[in-house]
């Protein structure tokens, strides 16, 4: 007997990990993958496409330990494709009182914080392992937690001095999406799935489902026995057309890019978080002109923390990234989104706190600059949506926010547990609408760090 057929809807990373794993462990390869464009062209395509397992709850550290464990495999059996690198998170405050921080890394951690957590206080730099080569084999795991203003200055020439603390965070680093992205539908195509280009209009249950899909030589309908909704910023849309209402919102966030031609971010420097609050580096003046524009006095006043930055391209490369997620306010899911022309001043400006010599391209941004971004598309407690939706035979696999390229393999494993009824890991319930039933959970997550970056 031919295996059941799946119609996922959405080739961005979190659909086609979902068909890969389908396939690859379940053994169901008769996928057909929609969508509107090529793959990994929308979201995925601006991800920062950095990973981490630095979370204030364990079902997060929980599952993205897995996602990372899963891209290790694929490292690993690829010749490292992925570009996997491994040079953690380095978290920077001008705080010497961090419990706060330990605190949450302790709640995130759970039992085993005691073997991961390693402070470096004293003047010994030798158990705190190099990050200077990309290796993303034999780094610990864990945080160091670095307060010997030495080897802060050392290790982190170019950060501010005022830095009192960092806390490196050591299973964290980046890969290539699109790489993995190409490499799971290279498998998929050796085990039968086939893809269409065109956008789902509707979906109609009963026996199956049926799905009409637009396409440049007209309308084509589609039959599955299961269906996927792994739209991205587009999955409530999905839903609606089963009728199904998530609890989804869409929140636009940019980034830069640019060639550092000065050398103001080191080559070997672990993606660089600046965790403190700031009054952006205007000059009176353009403070006060600021002030003076209602649409724009925001700019004036005291900013949240978490501005990036990181070395791009590898260690051979120039360029640098640095992104800034402060906006929290949902916006209507578009094609072609709408960026702030003041993005970059803020951002530089923002970074340049952390990196003073990013100062130098204050109004000289080279020409060649990449504004970009994308939608963080997230429940309002910032975990995601994987699991049966609505009519039999329907799931769903989104709401993966800002971490969706770290954690698409565990995503993409745990949907296709769901669709193949295969046993699931503990997290599994947590993830589907079933968490909504749980009033004293959600309260407790709506009352954590929601780790949005
Ligand atoms: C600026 C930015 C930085 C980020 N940085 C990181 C990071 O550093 N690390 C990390 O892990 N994550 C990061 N993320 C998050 C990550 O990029 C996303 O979580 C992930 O890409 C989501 O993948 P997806 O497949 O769900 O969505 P998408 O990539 O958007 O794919 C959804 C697909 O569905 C298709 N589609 C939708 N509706 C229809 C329809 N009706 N018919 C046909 N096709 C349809 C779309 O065309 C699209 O291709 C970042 C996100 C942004 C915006």
């Not at 409530?236 to 009728?243: D, V």
């Not at 640019?258 to 070997?268: I, L, T």
């Not at 989104?398 to 193949?420: P, R």
Request: a negative charge; aromatic letters at 10%; hydrophobic letters at 40%.
């Amino acid at each position: 007997m031919s295996s059941p057929t799946t119609a996922v809807v959405g080739t961005g990373i979190v659909g086609i990990a979902t068909a890969y794993y389908l396939a690859k462990q379940h053994g169901q390869g008769n996928i057909t993958l929609v969508d509107r464009s090529q793959p990994m062209t929308f979201t995925s395509a601006q991800s920062g496409e950095n990973y981490r397992n630095w979370w204030s709850h364990p079902t997060m550290v929980d599952f993205t330990n897995r996602s990372i464990a899963l891209l290790e495999e694929i490292a690993r059996d690829s010749g490292n494709r992925i570009n996997m690198t491994r040079r953690g998170y380095a978290l920077a405050t001008r705080e010497s009182d961090i419990d706060t921080l330990v605190a949450e890394l302790r709640k995130g951690f759970g039992d085993k914080v005691d073997a991961l957590l390693r402070f470096h206080t004293g003047g010994s730099a030798s158990t705190y392992y190099p990050f200077e080569k990309p290796d993303w084999e034999g780094v610990p795991d864990g945080v160091d937690i670095v307060q010997n203003q030495d080897l802060i200055r050392s290790r982190f020439p170019s950060f501010d001095h005022a830095i009192r603390s960092i806390i490196h965070v050591r299973r964290g680093g980046d890969i290539s999406g699109q790489q993995l992205g190409m490499y799971m539908l290279e498998y998929l195509r050796e085990a039968g799935a086939s893809r269409v280009i065109g956008e789902v209009k509707s979906i109609a249950a009963g026996n199956g489902f049926r799905v009409e899909v637009s396409t440049t030589d007209g309308v084509k309908q589609l039959q599955a026995d299961r269906i996927v909704n792994a739209a991205g910023p587009f999955a409530g849309k999905i839903a609606a057309m089963l009728g199904v209402d998530l609890p989804l919102q869409n929140v636009l966030q940019q980034k830069i890019s640019f060639e550092d031609s000065a050398g103001a971010v080191p080559r070997a420097q672990p993606f660089s978080i600046d965790l403190d609050p700031q009054l952006i580096d205007w000059t009176d003046e353009e403070r006060a002109m600021l002030r003076q524009d209602a649409d724009a006095a925001w700019m004036a006043e005291k900013m949240p923390g978490s501005i990036h930055c990181r070395p791009d391209g590898g260690d051979g490369g120039k360029w640098i990234k640095l992104g800034w997620a402060f906006n929290n306010t949902p916006s209507e899911a578009r094609w072609e989104p709408a960026f702030d022309d003041n993005f970059p001043d803020i951002v530089l400006r923002g970074a340049s706190r952390l990196t003073p010599a990013l100062k130098t391209y204050y109004g000289r941004l080279p020409r060649g600059m990449h504004h970009y971004g994308g939608y963080y598309t997230m429940t309002k407690e910032n975990w995601p949506l994987i699991g049966p939706m609505g009519p039999e035979g329907a799931f769903m696999n989104c709401a993966l926010s800002g971490y969706g390229t770290m954690s698409a393999c565990a995503a993409g494993e745990l949907c296709a547990a769901w669709i193949a009824n295969a046993p699931r890991p503990a997290y599994a319930d947590g993830f589907s609408m079933a968490r909504y039933a749980n009033a004293q959970m959600m309260a407790s997550l709506l009352d954590t760090d929601k780790g949005v970056l």
